[in-house]
């Protein structure tokens, strides 16, 4: 939803990194003797993940040789990769690559964890492949859970591989009743095709981005309010979407899509919010 770039590194390097330390002679050897096996399982996810064919790949094949699933992920990515020191680089380094700490997949809520795009319990081999590892707030970590695409419309967005800040897909309406409240929704440009705005849409969905960003609509109006009715008084309606055209300006210029900048925009483009629907 937010875009981020692909971490620089491989899945290998964090395999090797994650797994190397492992105090234990015996899984340390089993672990190592995994890692062309894991290297090749983060292959075929990148082809997957490239190809938009991520909802074909099936629900095995994904673990790591000789080991069960539980005790893998328990292995690489418990004591590995969060709480040894080289894993714990990579995962702190991951962790900081949101500008602002802000999670990609709400645009909104403050980074807390990795979450794994494809759930570590069903694809072990992928725990500690960075590209399955993206930063997340705890409320979509928590939304998402295991859920998996069954479909290419309903394959999530993919911060590192899918850039759509660029376009303006965010949109809202003001919804005139007592109290005013607004009502986002995805309005994909049309250069869009259907799959991305599917796949957007249920992106949008699952992660509750109406509610959630209606929420934060509704607080910022509650600490403007007063403003407002000063400017109303003072100028008049057209006064009135001056001022939210500057502030849409200057948030949308920050960021396209945000529910800050879009709430102002929509705020100003309606007449019967800037003649006093505000303060109902
Ligand atoms: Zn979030």
Not at 117 to 144: E, G, I, Q, S, T
Not at 193 to 217: I, K, M, N, S, W
């Amino acid at each position: 939803m937010w875009s981020l770039d692909p971490p620089a590194i491989t899945a290998r390097h964090s395999y090797d990194a994650c797994v190397g330390a492992t105090k234990d002679p015996g899984r340390r050897r089993l672990l190592l003797a995994a890692g062309d096996s894991v290297e090749a399982a983060s292959e075929r996810f990148r082809r997957a993940a490239h190809s938009g064919t991520l909802h074909e790949l099936p629900g095995t094949g994904f673990t790591v040789p000789g080991i069960p699933a539980e005790e893998a992920v328990r292995w690489v990515y418990g004591n590995g990769m969060v709480n040894t020191r080289n894993g714990r680089a990579i995962y702190d380094q991951l962790m900081a690559a949101p500008a602002d700490e802000r999670c990609p997949l709400c645009g909104h809520g403050v980074v807390r964890t990795l979450d794994h795009y494809l759930p570590k319990r069903m694809f072990p081999a992928l725990c500690v492949d960075p590209l399955n590892l993206v930063p997340a707030c705890a409320d979509c970590n928590h939304a998402k859970g295991e859920s998996l695409p069954v479909s290419a419309e309903t394959t999530l967005l993919h911060p590192y591989l899918d850039h759509i800040d660029n376009d303006p897909w965010l949109t809202a309406r003001v919804v005139v009743t007592n109290p005013v409240w607004l009502e986002f929704y995805v309005s994909p440009p049309p250069t869009w095709g259907p799959l991305l705005a599917d796949r957007t849409r249920h992106h949008f969905e699952l992660f509750g981005l109406a509610e959630l960003f209606a929420v934060q609509a509704n607080r910022t109006l509650n600490n403007i309010r007063q403003h407002l009715t000063t400017v109303l008084v003072a100028g008049g309606r057209e006064l009135v979407r001056a001022y939210l055209k500057d502030e849409a300006a200057t948030r949308l210029a920050h960021r396209l899509n945000g529910w800050e900048g879009v709430t102002y925009r929509t705020f100003a483009s309606d007449d019967t919010f800037c003649s006093g629907a505000f303060s109902l």
